[in-house]
């Protein structure tokens, strides 16, 4: 179970940065002024990285146990799926999802 939960975490590690690229690339894409663009596409990325940092990371501020972090991690991978999905990418997102969703069962599954 160790090396599962090793590569869960791996994993997960990856979809955390794709879910940041993703508010990234939707802020960066949005159809606005270049200005409001760049806002975006810095400020979606560092709310969610906050918003990580506080309710699901294992170090997180506010703890929510096993349930509150698989929850809250797959909410987060799919907003970051869906904004995908939005740019036209749509095999892109439902992969991304998918993974998501998989990764996001094993961590409450498997002991910490």
Do not use: C
Not at 4 to 10: C, H, I, T
Request: proline share 4%; net charge positive.
């Amino acid at each position: 179970m160790s090396a599962l939960r090793a590569v869960n975490l791996g994993v997960r590690f990856f979809l955390e940065m794709a879910a940041l690229a993703s508010f990234a690339y939707w802020g960066g894409t949005l159809p606005a002024s270049s200005l409001i663009r760049i806002a975006a596409a810095v400020a979606l990325p560092l709310v969610v990285a906050i918003f990580w940092g506080l309710f699901v990371s294992p170090k997180a501020r506010i703890a929510t146990g096993r349930l509150g972090r698989a929850g809250l991690g797959l909410i987060v991978f799919l907003a970051g799926a869906l904004a995908v999905f939005d740019r036209g990418h749509g095999s892109m997102a439902q992969v991304f999802a998918a993974v998501a969703i998989v990764s996001s069962l094993l961590v409450y599954a498997l002991p910490q």
